[in-house]
């Protein structure tokens, strides 16, 4: 794993190369958006109540398992913080 990190961190400097995005799990994404995961997975239902078309959509990685791609919740998060009132 670490020879994928310095190689990854490696391409950052070379723009032709493929940037390997970020994968966050619920756990992440409910720790950084300071949301519970029940108050996410409704962000994400289109019948709930709490249900918001901005939040990022998981990305199934296999059966059972699904994470966030982490600049898009960061991109949410950023998002919310410039819509506050001042």
Do not use: C
């Not at 400097?13 to 994404?29: F, H, Y």
């Amino acid at each position: 794993m670490e020879n994928l990190n310095a190689k990854t961190q490696q391409n950052v400097s070379n723009p032709s190369m493929m940037q390997i995005p970020r994968m966050l799990p619920l756990k992440q994404v409910v720790y950084y958006t300071g949301l519970s995961s029940t108050t996410i997975y409704d962000m994400l239902d289109k019948r709930s109540d709490r249900y918001d078309p901005t939040f990022p959509v998981q990305v199934k990685l296999s059966k059972g398992r699904v994470a966030w791609v982490e600049s898009e919740v960061a991109q949410w998060i950023e998002g919310k913080i410039a819509a506050r009132v001042h």
